[in-house]
């Protein structure tokens, strides 16, 4: 639906826009690296989409092909701090990392601390 010749480019260019700001993973306010990676139908000749992206929202993705034949993005992140990913699960609040403290685990695993979260 998104890349056909029906709907005006700057229509497909913004659709496509709030796709990519509707999937950014909330894990991307800690910091860290991003990559965009496009999975595209196979025998797909279409770089109408790509072009998009590199052109109009300033983003070269990794494109691979996809066998199922449809089209993906997923934005894949790395060198994200464990702590700073720990304090957004738990939204910044003190006391769910307390209640954690307090849960019983198994006893034959070595847990390493958090490091403080805040």
Request: net charge negative; with cysteine; charged share 30%.
């Amino acid at each position: 639906m998104l890349f056909d010749n029906q709907q005006p480019w700057e229509g497909q260019v913004e659709t496509l826009r709030k796709c990519l700001e509707a999937g950014k993973p909330r894990l991307m306010q800690c910091g860290g690296a991003k990559r965009l990676l496009v999975l595209m139908p196979e025998s797909s000749a279409r770089a109408r989409p790509l072009e998009m992206l590199h052109r109009q929202l300033n983003e070269t993705p990794s494109v691979a092909q996809d066998s199922d034949g449809d089209f993906v993005l997923c934005d894949e992140v790395e060198r994200i701090s464990l702590t700073q990913v720990a304090v957004t699960l738990i939204e910044r609040r003190r006391d769910y990392a307390e209640f954690a403290s307090r849960l019983h685990t198994r006893t034959d695993v070595s847990w390493s601390p958090l490091p403080d979260l805040v």
